[in-house]
T-cell receptor, first 113, second 113 residues
Framework: AQSVAQPEDQVNVAEGNPLTVKCTYSVSGNPYLFWYVQYPNRGLQFLLK??????LVKGSYGFEAEFNKSQTSFHLKKPSALVSDSALYFC???????????FGSGTRLQVQP | EAGVTQSPTHLIKPSGQQATLRCSPI?????VYWYQQALGLGLQFLLWYDEGEERNRGNFPPRFSGRQFPNYSSELNVNALELEDSALYLC????????????FGPGTRLTVT
């Protein structure tokens, strides 16, 4: 069975500093990987995805993620954090041949001014 | 382009009764997914509908059911409500053109009293 781990419940970073939100996965085959963001009392907003190809994926709002097959990781990164980036971030995996997403437990990002 | 819409925004029902949640996908999307986001349990896959048929369901009891209409909108029904059904129910839609990445609606907050 597939699984996604987000080892940090919360990440704190100062505005202007780089941020990393970690994600590792366990799935057979070559999965599709996704990052979503959730603001309070809102649904999920799609940030970026990895399907195939270049290991560095660029997405919305200046976010990017690096796919590392050997480490089965898909960490979310941003070179310079904004206070408005403060939200709940979810990593998700979709195994080959499946449609349902399996989500990690989420990481709360807090960017301090 | 209008996003995924869900209604109602909030729903309060006594235990034992039935709740009906509705979802309209993005125009052109034929697949609809339902997820439950319960406190402490994270995001869990409920149901997937495509072309009017239920294609897959998550690990939920049969009292969670639904359907997809010819216009691809969808309805989630929860029968015999239990207190632990209180959660945010998220609907998502997808199309083949974008590797089936899922776009989420704002959710329906169901509270069982």
């Amino acid at each position: 069975a597939q699984s996604v781990a987000q080892p940090e419940d919360q990440v704190n970073v100062a505005e202007g500093n780089p941020l990393t939100v970690k994600c590792t996965y366990s799935v057979s085959g070559n999965p599709y990987l996704f990052w979503y963001v959730q603001y309070p009392n809102r649904g999920l907003q799609f940030l970026l995805k990895y399907i195939t190809g270049d290991n560095l994926v660029k997405g919305s709002y200046g976010f990017e993620a690096e796919f590392n097959k050997s480490q089965t990781s898909f960490h979310l990164k941003k070179p310079s954090a904004l206070v408005s980036d403060s939200a709940l971030y979810f990593c998700a995996v979709r195994p080959p041949g499946r449609r349902a997403l399996t989500f990690g437990s989420g990481t709360r990002l807090q960017v301090q001014p | 382009e209008a996003g995924v819409t869900q209604s109602p925004t909030h729903l309060i029902k006594p235990s034992g009764q039935q709740a009906t949640l509705r979802c309209s996908p993005i125009s052109g999307h034929t697949s609809v997914y339902w997820y439950q986001q319960a406190l402490g349990l994270g995001l869990q896959f409920l149901l997937w509908y495509d072309e009017g048929e239920e294609r897959n369901r998550g690990n939920f009891p049969p009292r969670f059911s639904g359907r997809q209409f010819p216009n691809y909108s969808s309805e989630l029904n929860v029968n015999a409500l239990e207190l632990e059904d209180s959660a945010l129910y998220l609907c998502a839609s997808s199309s083949a053109e974008t590797y089936y990445e899922q776009y989420f609606g704002p959710g329906t907050r169901l509270t069982v009293t």
